[in-house]
């Protein structure tokens, strides 16, 4: 059985792929070129003058060998460049050299000197995990843009860099597409737009052809990231805005050749900037749907101020009061007095790219008077294994799981075989309350079809949320709601109070079989799990309903059981 299973599930995901991938992969493997270490080209000489002050992440420097990625402190000395007990997200993000471009960068330049140099005599060419498209694409980009803000780099880098896009030139990421794609023809146009000569002239035109084909296909109309994870639509944000900045760096238009690249980007970054807007809590940071952290992408509000510095203003506001669709992503954000609602009544994503996708169908989150109070549960890891599965399931959101199973069928690191999709959408406003209908098959393949319908009702003061499996008979089904760290839950006859600052701040109430308290964790970000409270329901009949009721907030009783 538990072989079928396996070969089920490969085929569910492999009839997704498009065959560009599946030879891709095939090429990855089977394809080693050779390092071209050819002198480089000469240098374009772009006005680094006209290069705008970036958004920047939180430096990861904390010596001049030590670093600090995914909450986790490492020293270059004692684990090296690419050592195999270093889990392989920490060594990708050694090899980007990210701390070039974080706050407090200039500061920093005596040791990012050495370490450029360093990483050059240590890493030969060809070898190793910092010659893996990834990282050589956000490398080849971090030199740049340093380069750019004024340093100078050593001629030995200015070598390197023209090796490393050569070999990029070899090994672009056509086995994955989606967001890796785009960094490698990000990464082509830098080193095309930093380099002159034939040479540098055909790294543009390649990185421009497939930037041409994957804005369109990448982007969506309402200017989500098709991904559909708040965290890598940020990221999106940033490489549109970078290469933005620099085509503001050109000394001429280059014969009209990157003036496709710049419509593109001038056409699509307003209501990227405007998606963005909506899908971050009230707190300033994003929602947390499918893979997103805090952390990687630097904070919305300094993505937005990097836009302004380039003249790019968000097109949508999602502070204002009302409902917004993000039709073609599959989101709804809902302000109501001091409360704002994050509706996921969307696909898992592109379906040939679901490796960020969770089983988070029709799950939600819920801020109140700018506080989080209902979180999805969020990554810590991306290393294959029990947690990033289970990160990934639906019983780390707010919905509904049936039998103990997904939603969507997650499974290794970032596969994805069978697949949930909504239907039934339906939007309606009262005198300022909204109600939401959708439904999801994404347990049709269990006995008897069963389908999750859920209505969310939401007014300035409580939300109500119903759950209904159909047909319910032989399943077990539980709705899940999991609560920021902040917030403490303790019982109050048949109510469940939450306490923050040591006063009660709402009330939940369920019309189901039982309701139970699970202490579990919340992992906002990289490394990282803070203990949670989580509301377990059991569906009666295959129904419940939750009331959560926030109009205590301002004047809650005190509560002493906690502080």
Known sequence: MAILRMLALYAHTIRHMKPRQISGRIGMRIIRPRADVSPAPGLRGLNGGAWREPARLAPSMTGPVRFRFLNEIRDLDESGWDDPQTPLLWRYNL?????????????????????ILRWIAQNPPGQGTGWDPYPTSLRIVNWIRWALEGNELPAEAIHSLAVQTRWLMRRLEWHLLGNHLFANAKALVF??????????????????????????????????????????????????????????????DQGGLTAPLRKAIEERLPSMLGWLS?????????????????????????????????????????????????????????????????????????????????????????SVHGRRLLVNGGISTYAAGHERVKQRGTAMHNTVVVDGEDSSEVWSAFRLARRARPFGLRIAENGGDYIVRCRHDGYGRLCGKPVHERVWRFAAQELVVEDRIVPAHGHTCLARWRFHPA?????????????????????????????????????????????????????MQGASVMRLDWSMWGEGKKCTSFS
């Open 191 to 252: 080193a095309g737009l930093f380099f002159a000569g034939d040479e540098a002239e055909r790294w543009l035109r390649r990185g421009l052809s497939i930037l041409g084909r994957e804005i369109p296909e990448q982007i969506l109309p309402d200017g989500g990231h098709f991904e559909l994870s708040p965290m890598y639509h940020a990221i999106a944000c940033m490489d549109m805005l970078d290469l933005l900045n620099i085509l503001h760096c050109l000394p001429e």
């Open 278 to 366: 909506v899908m971050s809590h009230p707190d300033g940071e994003i929602a947390f749907f499918n893979d997103t952290a805090i952390g990687i992408a630097p904070a919305p509000g300094d993505i937005h101020a990097y836009g302004q510095r380039l003249g790019m203003m968000a097109d949508k506001n999602g502070g204002t009061p009302g409902l917004t669709h993000l039709r073609d992503s599959g989101y709804i954000r809902i302000n109501a007095g001091p409360a704002s609602l994050f509706l996921d009544v969307a696909r898992v994503g592109a379906d040939y790219i679901p490796g960020h996708a969770h089983a988070d169908t029709l799950s939600c989150e819920l």
């Open 95 to 115: 090899h980007y050299f990210d701390d070039l471009a974080a706050r407090g960068a200039r500061a920093r330049k005596a040791w990012h000197v050495p370490l």
């Open 487 to 539: 917030i403490h839950l303790q019982r109050e006859d048949s109510a469940w109070l939450a306490v923050a600052g040591g006063r009660c701040r709402a009330k939940i109430t369920f019309d189901a079989s039982f309701s139970r308290l699970r202490q579990e964790g919340w992992h906002p970000g990289f490394g990282m799990v803070e203990p949670c409270s989580v509301l377990e329901a059991g569906l």
